[in-house]
């Protein structure tokens, strides 16, 4: 059991415009409440949502705006009706810190599709505080959304675990798409993408990288063990695709088009759609129909089956192929990965950066 005590300083990065430049914030967290954990922030991943968030590309920010949802830390507090964690433990905190607890989805363990959600960065929580993410040295969560790392798992492994791992395992769990021999695709090779390769290789799936150019090809065969690599610009190469696959993870959070990879998909084959795009899609029907294929989306995963994910992790020995980078490398990072430029996630060493205690508080 902890102490319930007052409101708390948090020192973190903050963006204050649709420019998505972040600087130092400081701000105060809400008290810890008696369901509540306090989190010292040890590093966190960063999303491609991070950048639709932080430069409004959805239209839904609000400034200013602590980003991170891939977020690993430290109990150093705990409230007094908290029973599934103590002080010292190591625990991940990913999209979601809040929902309704009484819909279907929430009495189904699908909380992420509550309509009453509440984000971990760029929401109002249930106290009517703006919520802030992980680039900063402390968080409070209610205990219901936070997730014990598993002993011996490197924390910066575990963050993509948190969004990228679990965000792939889903759907994978959801439809059925876990037994050994299957053949997926995965459209993508980034952040998402790469955790989707290893995720479906470890379950003893035929796994195909389908990408924009070669310039991956070898990264994706020898490194993350990918069993083939189509180009998706290559009429002969997408032809000879046809058919052939079980499931094809969508990544790509640009618009494209999906009649090439719906031509894929064999009877009943499902094209899961995981990018956060703001254009619409289209596609011809007869493609959809001919086939009984189906085209879903995916977005994220509950708590039970983040914690399903780390254990599969940990019993496979699966990591994720990450950059680590300090607070202030930030807005670089962020350069980078809106240009692609990561293999394949960056993490933030909050810990080890300095946070810049005169930090500015507007």
């Known amino acids: 059991m902890g102490s319930e005590g007052g409101e708390k300083k948090a020192l973190g990065w903050a963006a204050r415009d649709p420019s998505g430049v ?61 029973s599934k964690f103590t002080v010292g433990d190591v625990v991940g905190v990913g999209v979601i810190v809040g929902c309704c607890g009484s819909c279907k989805p929430c009495s189904s363990d699908l909380e992420q599709y509550c309509n009453k959600r509440v984000w971990t960065y ?11 993410g992980g680039f900063a040295d402390t968080m409070i969560v209610n205990q219901k959304f936070v997730v014990k790392i598993p002993e011996g798992m490197a924390v910066e492994q575990a963050a993509p675990l948190l969004c990228a791992g ?26 998402v993408g790469h955790m989707g390769v290893k995720i479906a290789k470890a379950m003893g799936h035929h796994v195909t990288v389908i990408s924009s150019s070669n310039k991956k090809k070898e990264e ?23 058919d052939t696959l079980d499931y094809i993870i969508d990544t790509v959070p640009v618009f494209h088009p999906l009649e090439p990879y719906l031509a894929c998909l064999k009877l009943d084959g499902k094209l899961i759609l995981m990018g956060v795009i703001n254009t619409p899609l289209q596609f011809l029907t007869p493609l959809v129909i001919l086939g009984r294929k189906v085209i879903s989306g995916s977005f994220i995963g509950s708590i039970k089956e983040t914690e399903e994910v780390l254990a599969f992790c940990k019993e496979k020995g699966l990591t994720s192929t990450i950059e680590v980078v300090k607070m202030d490398e930030l807005n670089i990072a962020f350069e ?17 950066s300095n946070l810049v205690e005169e930090a500015a508080t507007n």
């Open 22 to 82: 972040l600087a130092p914030y400081s701000y105060t967290l809400r008290s810890t409440g008696a369901d509540d954990v306090y989190i010292k922030v040890i590093c966190c991943g960063i999303c491609h949502t991070d950048i639709h968030q932080i430069k409004n590309d959805l239209g839904m920010s609000n400034y200013p705006m602590v980003p991170g949802h891939e977020v690993v830390g430290e109990v150093v507090e705990v409230g007094s009706d908290v």
């Open 122 to 132: 760029n929401d109002v929580y249930t106290d009517g505080k703006p919520t802030q």
């Open 166 to 191: 679990v965000t792939v395992y889903s759907p994978l769990s959801h439809f059925g798409l876990m037994a050994s021999g299957l053949k997926g695709g995965i459209l993508g090779l980034g952040g």
């Open 220 to 242: 994706a065969m020898e490194h993350l063990g990918a069993d083939d690599y189509v180009v998706s610009s290559d009429p002969a190469e997408m032809q000879r695709l046809a």
């Open 336 to 352: 980078r990965l809106h240009k692609n430029d990561v293999r394949y996630r960056f993490v933030v060493d909050v810990a080890g």
